[in-house]
């Protein structure tokens, strides 16, 4: 089968269903970051290294050490600034997941993430539909 000869319909079947797991994905992010809050399992860490290198918080960081290996969590630009080597400082810990999160967790991108996946999948569905109705019109006035 060639690229060319592949409907539209099925392009946009392929994007309703990767934007579906993708939105399961950000769901599933979101409800460990509530889960995570609700249980608000707070552990004392010290400090072993302090990355802050820009403006996301993917780019700020503190690594503490573990029970068995080396942790990192994401700290705000502005917190960043403040933690120093060898402070001691609280993070919330989600047992079931092994993950260590700072003591206010931002869920912002989750929401924003989950809801330009349904947007998309939404205009895929109407695409889908409103391409098949035309088609059923189309041959009932031939």
Known sequence: MKLT???PKYIYLFFFCLMAV???LFYMRYKMHLDTMESDKRVKVRIAKVVCEGNKDNQNYIVFRGE???EIVNV????CVRLQVGDSIEVLYNKEWN???PTVIDTTDDKW???GSIAFMLIALFYLLFSAKHKR??????
């Open 68 to 70: 068995t290996e080396n």
């Open 137 to 142: 019109n189309k041959k009932s006035m031939v």
């Open 99 to 101: 993950l260590y999160f």
């Open 113 to 115: 993430g989950m809801g």
């Open 76 to 79: 705000g630009k502005y917190a």
């Open 22 to 24: 993708v939105l399961c």
């Open 5 to 7: 000869k592949i409907q």
